[in-house]
């Protein structure tokens, strides 16, 4: 049976997955929500069920959707990929750093914040019209994204990696780090001892966190437990209330690069110092295109520059 997919069909459900929301998707897209939604059953009618679960609050992947969404990526970036092709071939000046991709990377958000600006910046200037769709997730499901194919590169945390089907290639030692606000009186020491953490308003990651499991695994050997007045789900969240005053935070240090850490102390913790491997991971089965070796190559160069 032949289907007969509308590439503005694949677009438009990609748009309320990666945004949650109808409303969003619809205003990315130009479209009104009832032309959205249309556009969302024709594909269902198609597959024979639904794709999306709906509440009043929440748009997410029905079991249907969760096994055909991957195939549907690939399907829906074949199509972008020809018609640029085709575009490329047509356009005037079409040649060597005109392709346009698109490239699906997933990362840690820490990573977006330090790691991905610098190469992205290098890969404008050799592949000027090379496109990135960049996923800013935890380190499992960035993983995950990897191995259904939503993308075809990750940096992330891949320290037990139990994927056969993936490959993780360390990229950078980054080590945690206390961050307090520049006046705060910690901010003059040269480093610190995990030990002297006890007692102090600590702004740490939430328990789910990889961060936070990596940290508590390695300061259980010294036999040092740390307390907390706040846990955060997002790293932004962190900066916010350490520069409000409320306590200091246990971070990355390439996330101290973020905007937000502007007037934040990156202090360097000791006794023991414990680092987090960032990792560069792809399928094994399948090998990068010309676009993604081109951005894995300027993060491996960018990474190179932060050790």
Do not use: K
Not at 7 to 23: Q, T
Not at 118 to 146: F, G, W
């Amino acid at each position: 049976m032949g289907m007969n997919f509308e590439i503005l069909d694949l677009r438009a459900l990609m748009a309320v997955l990666e945004l949650r929301s109808f409303s969003l998707a619809a205003a990315r897209l130009n479209l009104s929500q009832p032309a959205l939604s249309r556009r969302i059953q024709r594909l269902e009618g198609l597959l024979g069920g639904p794709l999306l679960e709906r509440t009043t609050r929440h748009v997410a992947p029905s079991a249907l959707g969760r096994q055909v969404l991957p195939l549907l990526r690939q399907a829906l970036d074949g199509m972008e990929t020809a018609l640029d092709g085709i575009e490329d071939l047509v356009s005037p000046g079409a040649g060597p750093g005109g392709g346009r991709g698109p490239v699906t990377v997933a990362c840690l958000q820490t990573a977006v914040a330090g790691l991905l600006p610098p190469a992205l910046a290098a890969l404008r200037r050799s592949h000027p019209r090379l496109r990135v769709r960049i996923l800013d997730m935890t380190a499992q499901e960035a993983l995950r994204s990897v191995a259904r194919g939503e993308a075809e590169l990750a940096v992330t945390i891949a320290a037990d990696l139990q994927d056969a089907g993936l490959v993780a290639e360390p990229l950078l030692q980054d080590p945690f780090v206390l961050a307090c606000d520049e006046a705060h009186p910690l901010a003059r020491r040269e480093s610190l001892a995990w030990r002297e953490l006890a007692g102090l308003p600590l702004i740490l990651a939430a328990r789910t966190s990889v961060h936070r499991a990596l940290i508590q695994d390695a300061l259980a050997q010294d036999g040092v437990r740390l307390g907390w007045a706040y846990e955060v789900l997002h790293m932004a969240s962190a900066f916010h209330l350490v520069r409000a005053g409320l306590g200091v935070s246990v971070l990355p240090r390439i996330a101290l690069c973020a905007a937000e850490a502007a007037r934040l102390r990156a202090v360097p913790l000791r006794e023991p110092l414990i680092s987090r491997t960032l990792s560069l991971v792809h399928r094994r089965a399948r090998g990068l295109t010309g676009a993604a070796e081109a951005l894995a190559e300027q993060l491996r160069i960018a990474a190179r520059a932060e050790a």
